[in-house]
């Protein structure tokens, strides 16, 4: 035992097998002499009644001088109730972001992962995510360690997803299918929304104590406030009405019919079921919504056209809208509407403009906010509701008024005031009225009246 200073290092003497020389003057401090002729400074310790050694550095990489102060470092932290070793053990195997986003999505497709209210994320949310973990979050922050992230990283992520540096133009697995990813500020708060979600998940695991992403600001997403004025509607229609005739663009041009009278999200109606439009009951029972199982009262001109389209052959489980085969839904609306919409003044709306649009007629015509939102299904409703299993009566009356007014704008049709009656042969007579016509009729074209009362 010697205190070890470069000449007494340089003078060690090489052995069969390995050995330590200890410091005499700090103890716990000494240098492993290896038979190979290599030589580090080490520290030994006890902690939770174990000896424990951890390497400091071999010599020429660090003087003695430099490894005693370490020693003296080290030795600081075990006498402070301190575990060198077992950390460094813990750093060298910290989770990266990518090994946690892997970890997450595993969790996420076993529904291990619970969304809103509680229930596991739907198969659309799941993909979405999915394209924010691969597209932004991996690419951006997957080599960190979870536990090395701070405020600063998620910041400097977010910059870096609004500023397009994750912009990106893939295949993906879909036959010719692309995703086209363009960043910008929407994306980047809904990115970190997410991330925020994860380490929250990791927060749970006790991967971490602190999620890293609570305080940090996020661009606000915009609102679509875009609706459609009346002349825009009439546009709409006659637009529909081309794309009928020309016959290519059929079943598309009756989706987006249905939407705009509806006010359902194009999903909902694309993966409509047979078994989901109770006739009887005027309104469509959604089984698997954004919000879950949802009812939503429906007009007479929706409830007459989804009639008209039933057949007794088609099963509860057919869809209403099939595509190439009666197992699938409709797949080419995507493609269909820019089609059908490029090159008029219509070519910048989305199929949510039509959403927005039919909960914005509803407010023009009185309806308060509570009946508009349980018809566009944004309402949670109570748990008494659960059990009710017939619509109210002033819902189907607003369902009618609504779809009727934005049916009377898609045809051109002149009104002024809204009727109503409970049977099918009143509401019909109602709606007439309502539209300024003789007598109302499914195809609504043919007895117009221009001046409506």
Excluded at 333 to 356: C, G, M, Q, Y
Excluded at 444 to 449: K, M, P
Aim: aromatic share 6%; glycine share 10%; charged share 30%.
């Amino acid at each position: 035992m010697a205190k070890l200073t470069k000449r007494t290092v340089d003078a060690t003497e090489i052995k069969s097998s390995d050995y330590v020389m200890w410091d005499e003057e700090l103890p716990g401090f000494g240098l492993r002499v290896f038979r190979s002729g290599k030589r580090s400074y080490v520290v030994q310790y006890r902690a939770a009644g174990r000896s424990r050694r951890i390497t400091i550095g071999l010599h020429g990489v660090w003087t003695p001088e430099e490894a005693r102060r370490e020693a003296k470092v080290l030795l600081g932290q075990v006498a402070r109730g301190g575990n060198p070793a077992e950390e460094r053990k813990l750093d060298r195997e910290a989770i990266t972001v990518k090994e946690l986003c892997a970890r997450y999505l595993e969790d996420l497709r076993n529904g291990l992962v619970l969304g809103k209210r509680g229930r596991p994320k739907k198969a659309t949310t799941i993909s979405t995510d999915i394209g924010r973990i691969e597209r932004h979050i991996v690419p951006l922050l997957g080599s960190r360690r979870v536990r090395d992230l701070a405020k600063s990283d998620i910041a400097q992520a977010m910059k870096d997803i609004m500023a397009g540096k994750t912009r990106a133009n893939v295949k993906t697995d879909k036959l010719r299918g692309r995703a086209i990813v363009r960043g910008g500020a929407g994306t980047a708060a809904r990115t970190i929304g997410l991330f925020g979600g994860i380490l929250t998940y990791a927060v749970e695991l006790s991967i971490i104590e602190q999620n890293p992403v609570h305080g940090v600001r996020k661009p606000r997403d915009q609102v679509n406030a875009r609706r459609l004025s009346e002349t825009e509607y009439r546009t709409l229609g006659d637009i529909l009405r081309k794309a009928v005739e020309d016959g290519q663009y059929e079943t598309t041009a009756e989706i987006i019919r249905v939407i705009a009278l509806t006010g359902c999200r194009r999903s909902e109606i694309i993966g409509l079921r047979c078994g989901e439009v109770d006739i009887e009951g005027s309104c469509l029972r959604l089984a698997d919504s954004k919000e879950g199982a949802s009812v939503r009262p429906i007009g007479l001109p929706v409830l007459e056209y989804l009639e008209g389209r039933r057949d007794e052959e088609h099963r509860a489980e057919d869809y209403v809208f099939p595509g190439g085969e009666d197992d699938t839904p409709f797949g080419s609306f995507p493609r269909h509407w820019t089609k059908i919409l490029e090159n008029t003044d219509l070519a910048s709306i989305t199929p949510h403009v039509l959403r927005h649009s039919f909960a914005s007629i509803g407010n023009d015509l009185g309806f308060t906010e509570a009946t508009i939102a349980a018809l566009v299904g944004h309402s949670r409703g109570t748990i008494t509701s659960r059990y009710i299993h017939t619509v109210d009566t002033a819902l189907i009356m607003a369902a009618d008024s609504i779809a009727g007014y934005i049916q009377g704008l898609l045809d051109g049709v002149a009104f002024t005031h809204t009727a109503y009656a409970l049977d099918r042969d009143s509401r019909k007579s109602a709606l007439a009225h309502f539209l300024g016509q003789a007598s109302y009729t499914s195809n609504h074209v043919a007895t117009v009246a221009e001046g409506g009362t």
